[in-house]
């Protein structure tokens, strides 16, 4: 793991359990959203990364939050997930468009996720079971990361 890759799994684990979910958040002491964590995280490093277009409602346009990742990180095939990348997941009604973002915090023994969620109202890691499995929509790479170990593609 580089040490861009562990700056930003050390970032998101500090905020887990402290923060709470807020929908458009995009403050440690007055919550965030699942866009906001990563986004603010990164940030934190002093990565330049552009936020979502404000004004999304409670479930955004599946289609708009794939092409902003697409503008500001790489998408990835499944078989390259690293840790500090990023999942997109459906929501949690099942057929929903893609609308949930979370960091990949460990690809070893098993596949855990750090995000902000709604159900839980607070940032959270959970564990990948078959349910959130089902929930994967794409893959992406933060481009300072993906300066460092590839895949080099815009």
Not at 11 to 27: D, F, I, L, N, P
Not at 50 to 64: H, V
């Amino acid at each position: 793991m580089t040490e861009r890759q562990s700056a930003l799994i050390s970032e998101a684990r500090s905020h887990v359990g402290k923060v709470r979910w807020r929908h458009q958040g995009r403050s440690w002491v007055h919550g965030v959203d699942c866009g906001g964590f990563p986004l603010l995280s990164a940030r934190d490093l002093g990565w330049e990364i552009e936020d979502f277009p404000p004004g999304y409602g409670r479930y955004p346009d599946g289609k708009r939050f794939r092409e902003h990742l697409r503008k500001v990180c790489v998408e990835i095939p499944r078989a390259e997930l690293q840790p500090a990348d990023l999942i997109l997941l459906l929501d949690l009604i099942p057929g929903i468009w893609p609308c949930h973002l979370a960091i990949v915090a460990n690809c070893k023994e098993r596949l855990t996720i750090i995000h902000s969620s709604a159900l839980e109202m607070r940032v959270v890691e959970n564990g990948i079971d078959a349910n959130w499995e089902a929930k994967m929509a794409g893959y992406f790479r933060f481009k300072p990361i993906a300066e460092e170990v590839g895949p080099w593609r815009s």
